[in-house]
T-cell receptor, first 114, second 115 residues
Framework: AQSVTQLDSQVPVFEEAPVELRCNYS??????LFWYVQYPNQGLQLLLK??????LVKGINGFEAEFNKSQTSFHLRKPSVHISDTAEYFC????????????FGQGTRLTINP | EAQVTQNPRYLITVTGKKLTVTCSQN?????MSWYRQDPGLGLRQIYY?????VTDKGDVPEGYKVSRKEKRNFPLILESPSPNQTSLYFC????WGRGLTDTQYFGPGTRLTVL
């Protein structure tokens, strides 16, 4: 069975500082990996996804993530954050066996301080 | 505008009073799903549907029912709500369900409180 662990429940950073949100997964088969963002009082929207190919994936709003198969990780990074990046971020996994669901991590709340 | 809509957005009810949360998408998506979001637990899937008249259980289906009579609609039914169903509920849809490589589009959420 798949599972996702987001290692930090909260991450406070200063504006214009770099940030990394960590995500580890477990799965016995090939996986598809996603990062979703939830702004306050809104639904989730896709930031980026890894399906195959290049392990470095670029998404919207300057975010990128790197798929590391040997470490079963898919960490999200941004070199310089803005106040508007304040949100909750969710890592999610589905697998190539056709399981009809996304398995989400617990979420990481990113707070940007001026 | 392509979107997933949910109604109501907020609901306070009492134990045992049947309720329905509606979900509708206008993107002709095959796959629809319901999640609940609880602090510290992320999102957990309740039910999903691969197409009209095809539904299946997710990870936490107890106490919920769904139906998919039309492609665009996927209502969530709580026959006898209990306080442990107090949560934030999201409906989502994607073009296809198999393998779930497609982006899922989420509704704005329904905050349910059961007293």
């Amino acid at each position: 069975a798949q599972s996702v662990t987001q290692l930090d429940s909260q991450v406070p950073v200063f504006e214009e500082a770099p940030v990394e949100l960590r995500c580890n997964y477990s799965s016995s088969v090939s996986v598809y990996l996603f990062w979703y963002v939830q702004y306050p009082n809104q639904g989730l929207q896709l930031l980026l996804k890894y399906l195959s190919g290049s392990t470095l994936v670029k998404g919207i709003n300057g975010f990128e993530a790197e798929f590391n198969k040997s470490q079963t990780s898919f960490h999200l990074r941004k070199p310089s954050v803005h106040i508007s990046d304040t949100a909750e971020y969710f890592c999610a996994v589905s697998d190539s066996e056709g399981a009809q669901k996304l398995v989400f991590g617990q979420g990481t709340r990113l707070t940007i301080n001026p | 505008e392509a979107q997933v809509t949910q109604n109501p957005r907020y609901l306070i009810t009492v134990t045992g009073k049947k309720l329905t949360v509606t979900c509708s998408q206008n993107m002709n998506h095959e796959y629809m799903s319901w999640y609940r979001q609880d602090p510290g637990l992320g999102l957990r899937q309740i039910y999903y549907s691969m197409n009209v008249e095809v539904t299946d259980k997710g990870d936490v289906p107890e106490g919920y029912k769904v139906s998919r009579k039309e492609k665009r609609n996927f209502p969530l039914i709580l026959e006898s709500p209990s306080p442990n169903q107090t949560s934030l509920y999201f409906c989502a849809s994607s073009l296809w369900g198999r393998g779930l490589t497609d982006t899922q589009y989420f509704g704005p959420g329904t905050r349910l409180t059961v007293l």
